[in-house]
């Protein structure tokens, strides 16, 4: 709704989405930077490393569940896509043309109160802290089964049967994980740091490991022995190179960027 009533020019949508191009870097944080950190959220974050085990949480088993999984991959890909998308027309077409600067996520709040008033903010705002909240539940419980597996196969003596799986959440290495990054960063709160840097570092070098986790996936996935009828076909080791040459391109020219400034 917010971006329909923003009134967006329907040939600069297209124009974006089909000739796509970098605008000048305009403050602290150059384009080049931000594109390689949403190109590190998305493809190289190691969060889907944790996709697997909410694939066993599920009991999606075997290959009996495809569908199920294939569905609801792509109807979660396609939401972030659509909201994605659509945020940045509403943003485009509110905010350049009122000069209103962005500086982190409160400023959002300016472009729904805009085209939607006083609910539109309550709106943005309910779903600004949904969208944290799921995450932070996703990312705390995902990545504390990573670090407990890793943990238990560090071990000399390491378990893998169907009573492990069932009693991970009461290891002592994924409850200490869970309190641990839940807590610490509260210091925040009482602080005035801002670490917008931080975020945009951590996330643009993610996009590093895209070049060093899709060839072992095309590997993996294009084995017959392993994959059988489902090795992958051309269309998604197409789409899967052109990820990689994305991530390549992207690492290379902010590398060419820092090394010029």
């Not at 974006?16 to 594109?35: H, V, W």
């Not at 300016?110 to 085209?115: K, N, P």
């Amino acid at each position: 709704v917010a971006a329909v009533l923003s009134k967006p020019d329907p040939t600069e949508i297209l124009r974006g989405a089909f000739i796509p191009s970098l605008p000048q870097s305009d403050g602290l944080y150059s384009s080049m930077l931000i594109l390689m950190a949403l190109v590190g959220t998305m493809a190289g974050s190691l969060t889907n490393l944790t996709y697997a085990y909410y694939i066993d949480e599920k009991g999606w088993k075997n290959t009996s569940h495809l569908k199920e999984q294939r569905f609801d991959l792509i109807f979660g890909v396609t939401c972030l896509f659509l909201m994605g998308a659509l945020l940045q027309i509403a943003s485009a077409a509110i905010a350049h043309p009122r000069g209103i600067e962005l500086k982190g996520a409160i400023d959002l709040l300016q472009i729904f109160a805009e085209v939607q008033g006083t609910i539109g903010s309550v709106i943005f705002g309910l779903g600004l802290w949904g969208a944290a909240f799921s995450t932070l539940l996703g990312t705390l419980i995902g990545y504390g089964f990573v670090v407990a597996d890793l943990s238990n196969f560090a071990s000399k003596t390491p378990t893998v049967n169907d009573s492990y799986r069932e009693n991970k959440r009461k290891h002592p290495v994924y409850r200490a994980c869970i309190i641990f990054w839940a807590i610490s960063p509260l210091y925040i709160l009482w602080t005035g740091v801002s670490p917008i840097w931080l975020v945009l570092i951590v996330n643009a070098m993610f996009v590093v490991l895209v070049p060093v986790l899709t060839p072992a996936l095309l590997k993996l996935t294009n084995d017959r022995s392993l994959m059988g009828k489902y090795k992958n076909n051309w269309a998604t080791n197409t789409t899967l190179l052109l990820m990689l040459l994305v991530a390549l391109y992207v690492m290379l020219s902010n590398a060419m960027e820092w090394l010029q400034s």
